[in-house]
């Protein structure tokens, strides 16, 4: 056979090589990722050009991957059927660095020396096929190409700055199209060829991709085996006792054997077509995935195309999880995201959604995002600018038909868990004011027991009211009996109970809803259009004196009294300046500072 040929890395490999080799250390285990994509990758492409020339297939049909362990040895091998490499393909690919990824990798590594961190690089990155290296000390590819008649097998080694290719001759170690990567993992690194270890990392980290993946498996079955009877027993015996003898002298024994287990869900859920999935499916999928108990109270399943493709499913959990504080700083991990069905991270909730929707859960999966992904990338993207601004949409939509559903209890049950969070949203996102606003509930003075919406407040609104009103207060109750109510009851007007610390400011964010501003009855320039000058004159010139009087004993403790026309039986009220805090604000800023 031809000799092996030498060959030098490229510059930049050589110096990531050397980075992956001896000095990161953290996140070794997405080394399989990576070489897992880069097989996904080789059967995308196949599968891709063999629609066009199905000749292609033709040397072994089945596209799957295979992972071997020799744990004994510390040995992995990986097999795919994909696309293979010729001789020039693996100088170019596994010689020299293509992806511009790869470049803002080193950069990164740079900066996070000078800055003294070593921020989990690896993870977020990834560094590619030389991530073989984290674990590696020697690693062989054996590649055939559809486009040679030709086996090669490159081999490159930890800290060495060459590699070498050389062509296949052991007819034993022939494959009809393809790549073997054969890793012999470093002494420290050697569990990971444990057969359940690697099963338990292709299933984190792979099992959504598209092709089957294997691993080779210890399997038992029990069999039934026949003992020996003893000769002269039995021919005594009568035909009964044979039977029973017979049923005694048979045990159970295991047979241990090697076998290959699909490892990976092949049909991704969120790849199927929606009219074919039922809501169980949905719902075992959610519970698997996020390891939850409950079934979500809603899930949505979309495609978008054109600009940017992605699929999506998202939920809204019927439990939330969270405390208060939660929503403020959301550590959920409730976004999977995926490129082309490789799982990426579930770290990138908030660049995906905004703070107060991190209470919805889901997978996207991108076509167009890069595999080495990474948090900067998606801050930059305009790709994921849209894609953000999709998903909060149909965020909206779904929590709108949880809503509109004919199970009152359902949106009940939202409310409980996330009004808050959307409350927040009045506060945070402006841009939504439109979509937020439908969905807010609040008791009021003609439904005490039962939240309305403003929709139904506008509907129920007296035929030349204006505004839409609204006390703030601790509870319902105390709403209720505020000295502020009673001329607006007495005019059968309806105002809203903001009972919830929060409602006050979200409220005072929306400033109006359909054209009708929000008005605190508490407020000292309340006007209910139905002010009559002349006898306001007379009443003022009548308790002028008392005003002045009342007002010289309270001095600094009330900025003014005044004659009103907003009560009906209370003799008096304090009311707060039209530009200060509220009663309930102050009470709240008081309880801030405690
Ligand atoms: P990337 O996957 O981002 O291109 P990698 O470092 O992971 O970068 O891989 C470099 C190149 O090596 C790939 O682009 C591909 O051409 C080739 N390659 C790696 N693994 C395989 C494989 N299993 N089958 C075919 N080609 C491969
Ligand atoms: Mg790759």
Not at 14 to 26: A, E, G, K, Q
Not at 124 to 143: E, H, N, R
Not at 177 to 188: A, I, P, Q
Not at 279 to 289: A, G, I, R
Request: hydrophobic letters at 35%; charged letters at 30%; one cysteine or more.
């Amino acid at each position: 056979p031809p000799p092996a040929e030498k060959y030098e890395y490229q510059a930049e490999v050589s110096r990531l090589m050397d980075l992956i080799v001896n000095s990161l250390y953290s996140n070794k285990e997405v080394f399989l990722r990576e070489l897992i994509s880069n097989a996904s990758d080789a059967l995308d492409k196949l599968r891709y050009l063999s629609v066009t020339d199905p000749q292609l297939l033709k040397d072994a049909v089945d596209l799957d991957i295979r992972i071997q362990t020799d744990k004994d040895n510390g040995i992995i091998t990986i097999t795919d059927s994909g696309i293979g490499m010729t001789r020039q393909e693996l100088v170019d690919g596994l010689g020299t660095i293509a992806q511009s990824g790869t470049a803002k990798f080193l950069k990164a590594v740079k900066e996070s020396k000078d800055a003294g961190t070593d921020n989990n690089l690896i993870g977020q990155f990834g560094v590619g096929f030389y991530s073989a290296f984290l674990v590696s000390d020697k690693v062989v590819v054996s590649t055939k190409s559809p486009k040679s008649d030709r086996q090669y097998i490159w081999e490159g080694e930890a800290n060495v700055s060459s590699y070498t290719i050389r062509e296949e001759t052991n007819p034993e170690n022939l494959i009809p199209r393809g790549t073997r990567l054969t890793l012999y993992l470093k002494r420290d690194d050697k569990g990971f060829a444990h057969p359940e270890r690697i099963q338990k990392l292709v299933k984190n980290y792979s099992q959504f991709v598209s092709f089957p993946i294997y691993t080779w498996q210890e399997k038992g079955i029990t069999k039934e085996v026949e003992v020996d009877e003893d000769p002269v027993e039995a021919k005594e015996a009568d035909q009964d006792e044979k039977i029973e003898k017979k049923k005694k002298n048979t045990k159970k024994v295991v047979e241990r054997f090697w076998d290959w287990e699909l490892t990976n869900e092949t049909q991704p859920i969120w790849l199927r077509n929606p009219k074919e999935v039922t809501t169980e499916e949905y719902n075992e999928f959610y519970k698997k995935t996020f390891n939850e108990y409950s079934d979500p109270l809603a899930s949505s399943h979309f495609t978008t195309e054109g600009e940017v493709e992605f699929r999506s499913i998202l939920y809204v959990p019927a439990v939330s999880p969270m405390g208060k504080d939660d929503i403020i700083n959301p550590k959920t991990k409730n976004i999977r995201l995926y490129v082309k069905r490789v799982f990426i991270s579930d770290d990138f909730d908030g660049e995906l959604f905004p703070r107060y929707l991190s209470f919805v859960k889901g997978v996207v999966d991108s076509n167009d995002l890069p595999l080495n992904v990474s948090r900067e990338i998606l801050q930059e993207s305009r790709i994921v600018r849209i894609m953000r601004k999709r998903l909060v949409r149909k965020a909206f939509d779904m929590i709108l038909g949880i809503s509109m559903s004919e199970n009152k209890g359902d949106y009940e049950t939202f409310w409980e868990n996330f009004g808050r969070h959307l409350k927040m949203g009045c506060i945070e996102d402006r841009e939504n004011h439109k979509r937020l606003a439908p969905l807010l509930r609040f008791f009021s003075s003609q439904s005490e027991d039962e939240m309305i919406s403003l929709d139904e407040y506008v509907e129920n609104m007296k035929p030349e009211q204006k505004d839409i009103y609204y006390i703030a207060s601790d509870s319902v109750s105390s709403a209720r009996n505020a000295p502020f109510l009673e001329r607006l009851l007495e005019k059968d007007l309806e105002v809203l109970y903001l009972v919830d610390p929060i409602d006050e400011v979200a409220i005072q964010n929306l400033k109006s809803y359909k054209e009708k501003n929000f008005v605190d009855i508490s407020k000292e320039d309340l006007d209910l259009g139905d002010k009559n000058e002349e006898k306001e004159k007379v009443t003022k010139e009548e308790f002028g004196k008392t005003c002045d009087w009342i007002k010289k004993r309270l001095g600094e403790k009330v900025a003014g009294v005044q004659i009103s026309n907003r009560l009906s039986s209370s003799p008096c009220v304090l009311v707060s300046g039209k530009f200060g805090w509220s009663a309930n604000m102050e009470r709240l800023m008081k309880a801030q500072t405690v």
